[in-house]
């Protein structure tokens, strides 16, 4: 995982609550065994017509003054559904770095955070006001302070958002959650020893 | 610490015995899995990383491995095979082989006379028992809490923690209470339940807390009727639902591959009659639903929380106060093309899927072959009856209801999770209805494009033989 200090970016909103990891990415998409190429696949049922290929002019990810953009903005409750952490892998390849929302649901939070895509709760009037500001001038940029954790909005305000400390470390510092757990062995061999072995999968 | 004194619930048990290292400011938890089920889906990224980092599976003898997503539903050919058409289906199957294979991870993999939905087959081989910590790279791993076990889904880097380390870093979720009082009428069934709960509560109505499912309704359900109400708390935004155990589950494990047996069995039993909430322990938050009130379920939009009792109408986004939710109903109705105030009774579907993870198991298929027996499904629907395991499949058609299925016009169809997900193939066309057993109505879940109806097995059943959205109280089961 690379290091995430800063985002600064322009923001494009899809103000719809509930948006699922199926919309995130279709599990037609999930026949993979890499990680690569998911980025195409983001949002694909909004964003192209039935034929699958011809991109909807309509979705605002199509949308020329939007392509650039790094933070996503959306409704509460973003990223309900199915466990696939394909999900980030896709918001990642097409170029998000952060997503705010009200609320997340909690495995995709806890799939973002383990690949470098940071969600970021805000309250539903800077919810509002993103939305707002995002469809009036798509040029609309915002900064993130990840060692802060603060979002600042065009107007100079400074939301300030929840990041665990643990998540927080592996951000600023590019490392991923599983060396921690590595260098657990004894401890884990320790509880191994008080506790007798509940299931043999292979007897 | 949310409980009085020492008073603790089913959850706080279960996630004490696991405790490797306490939570911290600084770190979550470190909690100990004793079984990891693996599928082919969000498995190979995980085993790739365990590649290159040069590690090895910690725990290969409490993993165990199935094929379900994206394997194909389709007959047997000649040679009792099951073909797989999908190029990229098979490949990730044939990974999958290679890594279970490679790492000494016992699997069943297609064909194979045990393999079916990770869900169905971890009860039904015993390997799911109470109290124990259970992990999958699925979010309907809350299935498993039925049993008094804490169950819940990860994502694909999780997997790669629990198959290195055979621990999880968490933090402590809070408790929900969510007691359902009374006893279900004839025709209302587990579905019902949870499709009610998650109505109220909404689809995120839940996030952050283990549900305890309490109450009369519960205790009176059977264990398959239990792991129906488990397996949804994910679609209330809950990773994790439990029951507490007493005898209907202890009777239902008995005997089972993995179950213990002899003294163990008697050890075991002790150990899992400890386990239910202690008078006076509190929960963070606590709801309560009649279950006497209830009447058989349905969705009309794009998420679970999105139900309605059968009989009522679609609700108007005018009437709608909050202004997101307001354009989140327009959006649903849009795309499943129904007007507010319409009914959903006497609509006409194209399909009615039996099956998935909620709703695959042996009685589940007996209580769609009561209604089905001896009738024919309407000629404008297409019925196909997926069983959630081999095992399964054989129980029914040992019992007959294949050929019960069968000569109604149904399809009768290999195991696996099939048109729930419909990444196999299996799949609604572009503007279709479907009344189906599964556990998501998001959009293009069931095939892009398609429309899904949540029920029970006896509302899909009913709307089978009658073609159109049915009440199963408003049709007799079948007396032949």
């Known amino acids: 995982m690379e290091k995430l200090e800063h985002v600064h970016g322009s923001i494009v909103a899809i103000p719809v609550n509930d948006i699922d990891t199926d919309q995130i990415i279709p599990a037609r998409f999930l026949k993979v065994t890499d990680k690569e190429g998911l980025g195409k696949a983001a949002f694909c049922d909004w964003r192209y017509l039935e034929d699958g290929e011809t991109p909807n002019p309509e979705f605002i990810l199509n949308n020329p003054a939007y392509q650039d953009a790094a933070v996503l903005v959306a409704g509460d409750n973003f990223g309900c559904g199915s466990s696939r952490e394909h999900a980030p892998w896709a918001l990642l390849g097409a170029g998000f770095k952060a997503v705010v929302s009200t609320d997340f649901a909690d495995i995709f ?32 940029t915002v900064s993130v302070d990840v060692e802060a954790q603060t979002l600042t909005l065009p107007d100079g305000r400074a939301v300030s958002f929840p990041l665990d400390g643990f998540s927080k470390y592996c951000l600023l510092n590019g490392v991923d959650q599983l060396g921690y757990l590595l260098a657990l062995d004894s401890e884990v061999a320790d509880f191994e020893a008080r506790n007798p072995q509940r299931i043999v999968t292979n007897a | 610490m949310t409980s009085n004194g020492n008073a603790r619930t089913l959850f706080e048990k279960v996630w004490d015995a696991h405790t490797v290292r306490e939570q911290t400011d600084d770190t979550p938890a470190v909690l100990y899995i004793d079984l990891h089920l693996v599928h082919e889906v969000t498995s190979p990224q995980a085993f790739s990383m365990l590649r290159e980092r040069g590690l090895s599976v910690r725990r290969p003898d409490q993993t165990i491995g199935t094929m379900d997503h994206s394997t194909p539903t389709t007959p047997r050919n000649e040679l009792g095979i099951i073909p797989v058409a999908d190029a990229l289906a098979a490949k990730q199957l044939d990974v999958f082989t290679q890594n279970c294979g490679d790492f000494g991870i016992p699997m069943y993999a297609l064909g194979d006379a045990h393999q079916g939905i990770v869900h169905v087959i971890g009860p039904e081989k015993g390997l799911t028992q109470p109290g124990m910590t259970i992990v999958c790279g699925d979010s309907h791993t809350s299935t498993h809490g039925a049993f008094g076990a804490l169950a819940f889904g990860i994502g694909t880097s999780e997997v790669g923690h629990v198959l290195a380390t055979q621990t999880l870093l968490q933090n402590k979720p809070q408790t929900m209470a969510v007691n359902v009082e009374g006893r279900l009428s004839d025709g209302v069934t587990a579905k019902d339940i949870i499709l009610a709960i998650i109505a109220k509560i909404g689809i995120g109505g839940g996030t952050g807390y283990v549900f305890e499912y309490r109450g009369e309704a519960i205790r009176s359900l059977s264990m398959e009727g239990r792991m129906t109400v488990c397996n949804m708390s994910i679609e209330g935004g809950a990773r994790a639902g439990m029951v507490a155990p007493d ?25 899992w009659r400890a386990l239910p909430t202690d008078e006076g322990a509190d929960y963070d938050k606590e709801i309560t639903i009649r279950a006497d009130e209830l009447i058989p379920m349905i969705t009309y939009g794009t998420n679970p929380g999105m139900g309605m009792p059968i009989t009522a109408s679609v609700p108007a986004p005018a009437d709608e106060p909050d202004y997101n939710r307001k354009i989140a109903l327009d959006k649903a109705l849009t795309y499943m093309d129904l007007a507010p105030g319409q009914k959903l009774l006497g609509m006409a579907i194209d399909v009615v899927f039996i099956g998935s993870c909620t709703n695959s198991r042996i009685s589940d298929l007996r209580q769609a072959a009561e209604f089905v027996k001896g009738r024919k499904v309407a000629d404008n629907v297409r019925m196909m009856v997926v069983p959630g395991s081999q095992q399964v499949k054989q129980q029914a058609e040992s019992e007959g209801l294949d050929a019960v299925f069968k000569a ?43 429309r899904t109806f949540l029920a029970s097995p006896l509302t899909a059943a009913a709307s089978a033989i009658a073609g159109v959205v049915t009440d199963p109280r408003e049709m007799a089961a079948s007396s032949l």
């Open chain 1, 109 to 140: 939070r806890n799939n973002a955070l383990k690949n470098g895509l940071l969600p970021i709760v805000v309250d539903a009037d800077t919810q509002q006001q993103l939305f707002s500001l995002a469809d009036e001038e798509p040029s609309t």
């Open chain 2, 408 to 450: 109604a016009g149904a399809e009768w169809r290999e195991a696996g999770c099939s048109m729930c997900i419909a990444m196999n193939g299996d799949q609604l066309l572009p503007g279709q209805y479907a009344v189906s057993t599964s556990n998501r109505n998001f959009e293009g879940r069931q095939g892009k494009g398609g």
């Open chain 2, 247 to 271: 005898d209907t589950t202890f009777e239902y494990i008995s005997g089972r591959k993995h179950a213990p047996s002899g003294a163990d069995w008697d050890a075991a039993l002790a150990k």
